[in-house]
């Protein structure tokens, strides 16, 4: 693994531009561990694209109790993909991965008894019914990284060899965007930062895949 210093020493290194501070470029490394987690777009060599796959440690359950409302709001750590939600008993409950089908079978949101169906949409998890006593829903999804702060802090949930590669790599082709803003699409540097960042974006993404019996569960 990588710590947050050594990333920023690696930053630096390449950009050689004291501009950019350890606390900018802290930020931009948190920045892009977070955008990263949540979702970014690959280009494969055969010109398919695709929204990179969840990372596995960041799988966690967490809960979310019923109101009133039709609707709750998700853990606050909740940051992509809710897969799986379970009621108070452990029962399964229906999962609409479209909201719109959700409001098509639910349309006036406003059928009572127990929870049998639930949608995300934004950071609000929709049900129906509305139980009168809140009942607390088992709720399986992907968290947000923690943010770093301190020099020994390491990325949360990006596999440690992409550590000094892929994460290094976006936030200097982040910052080389910005230095060559009048060139953008044409300067030779940019190009290969964008190369390096999207091959290892590919193999991580293929590594993923190939190791989905390693999910981590974690109760928050």
């Not at 630096?12 to 930020?27: K, L, N, P, V």
């Not at 010109?47 to 440690?57: A, E, F, L, V, Y």
């Not at 089908?101 to 349309?107: A, E, G, T």
Request: with cysteine.
């Amino acid at each position: 693994m990588a710590t947050l210093a050594a990333m920023r020493t690696e930053v630096s290194r390449i950009i050689q531009d004291s501009d950019y501070t350890a606390t900018t470029i802290d930020r931009m490394i948190n920045e892009s561990v977070t955008s990263i987690c949540a979702g970014v777009m690959i280009t494969w060599p055969e010109g398919d694209q695709t929204i990179s796959q969840p990372m596995p440690d960041l799988f966690t359950i967490g809960d979310v109790a019923t109101t009133s409302n039709a609707y709750a709001s998700l853990p606050s750590d909740y940051q992509r993909d809710v897969v799986f939600i379970a009621g108070p008993e452990g029962n399964e409950i229906t999962f609409y991965d479209a909201f719109g089908d959700f409001v098509r079978n639910y349309p006036l949101l406003n059928t009572s008894g127990s929870v049998v169906a639930v949608a995300v949409k934004g950071s609000n998890l929709y049900y129906q019914g509305i139980p009168d006593t809140a009942e607390t829903l088992k709720v399986h999804y992907y968290a947000a990284p923690t943010e770093m702060s301190d020099d020994t802090d390491e990325p949360e949930g990006i596999p440690s060899r992409f550590h000094m590669t892929l994460i290094v790599y976006d936030v200097c082709l982040r910052i080389f965007k910005e230095f060559y803003e009048e060139d953008a699409g044409e300067h030779p540097v940019l190009a290969i930062y964008e190369s390096k960042r999207m091959t290892e974006l590919i193999n991580m993404d293929s590594l993923i895949g190939s190791d989905q019996g390693s999910v981590i569960f974690k109760s928050r």
